[in-house]
């Protein structure tokens, strides 16, 4: 390719849906060896859907149901909307929740008529100090197919697992290959658990996984990584992306995503496609051989 100025990057990435906030942005962009990515709303669709409820006390189904939606109607996670439509879909009984909690990274928590509801992944469960012990048999099962098991609990006792999938953005597996012929090391790091992160991981070929991650560690993971003296872009689209966006050499956020993710980060991606990062890198290689 010939050699372009920057502006006529800019220009190029705009009409490619790929945002470029400054010319920092776009040299960094050039000499980073490793991207770390955001499992849900990056590589997925970030539009789940509810798949599986697992009644394993005396509730049924539609009851575990009513009381998860219940709580997850106060939740902006992508998780919350899958589990509320689910359930409206399934037509359970609407409840209200009071004293909700959302904990990051984690899951939500509240009262629903005078019991109390804990809905979130293992950690979650684990911090209110419940065992999962045979349920977690099960949960395994749903995670092996890619799909998300929350564990839901009343009053203490565990009564169920509630399973949602987020399918794979179409453009997901094409973009990882680009990125490998460019020379890339792909790290996914996700809150999600470790079984589920590994299949999405293992359908689309990516180098490593940190599952289980909160988002605090998320940037630890890359402050360690540009000690050891890689350079590192990381791309996401959550609210509890935007420290990791801020601490990495190159963010790049989601434009399908939160705002605060948009603004903590050099790029930001319309249409939350991950070929703008291809074609971000391909832009920032033939801006930089310009300079110099
Ligand atoms: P990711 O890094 O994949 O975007 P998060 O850090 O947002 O994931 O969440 C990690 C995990 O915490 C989820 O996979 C889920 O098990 C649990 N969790 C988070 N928010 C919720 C919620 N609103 N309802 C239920 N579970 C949740
Ligand atoms: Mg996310």
Do not use: C, W, Y
Not at 79 to 100: H, K, M, N, W, Y
Not at 220 to 237: T, W
């Amino acid at each position: 390719a010939t050699p372009i100025s920057i502006t006529t990057a800019a220009g190029r990435g705009a009409q490619a849906g790929v945002l470029i906030k400054d010319a920092e942005a776009l040299e960094r962009m050039a000499g980073v060896d490793t991207l770390i990515v955001d499992k849900t709303g990056t590589l997925t669709m970030g539009k789940p859907k509810l798949t599986d409820t697992v009644a394993l006390g005396n509730l049924t189904e539609m009851e575990l149901l009513s009381l998860a939606a219940a709580l997850e109607r106060g939740s902006e996670h992508p998780l919350a909307e899958a589990i509320v439509e689910g359930a409206e879909a399934q037509g359970s009984p609407r409840q209200e929740a009071t004293d909700f909690e959302a904990v990051t990274g984690k899951g939500v928590r509240g009262r629903v008529g005078g019991r109390a509801v804990a809905l979130g992944n293992a950690a979650m469960m684990r911090e209110m100090e419940l065992d999962t012990g045979a349920a977690d048999v099960k949960a395994d099962t749903l995670r092996a197919d890619g799909k998300t098991a929350m564990f839901i609990s009343v009053d203490g006792a565990l009564v169920g697992i509630i399973a949602v999938a987020d399918p794979i953005k179409d453009s997901t597996a094409q973009a990882i290959k680009e990125l490998h012929a460019q020379g890339l090391r792909v790290i996914m790091a996700t809150g999600d658990n470790e079984r589920t992160a590994q299949a999405v991981a293992g359908k689309l070929g990516i180098d490593e996984v940190r599952a289980g991650v909160l988002p605090e560690a998320k940037k630890d993971l890359i402050d360690q990584l540009r000690r050891d003296g890689h350079k590192i872009a990381m791309a996401g689209d959550g609210v509890n992306d935007a420290p990791a966006l801020a601490a990495a050499d190159v963010g790049i956020a989601m434009g399908t995503g939160a705002d605060v993710a948009m603004e903590s980060a050099g790029i930001t991606l319309l249409g939350g496609d991950l070929m703008g990062i291809v074609r971000a890198r391909k832009l920032a290689r033939a801006t930089l051989r310009n300079i110099k």
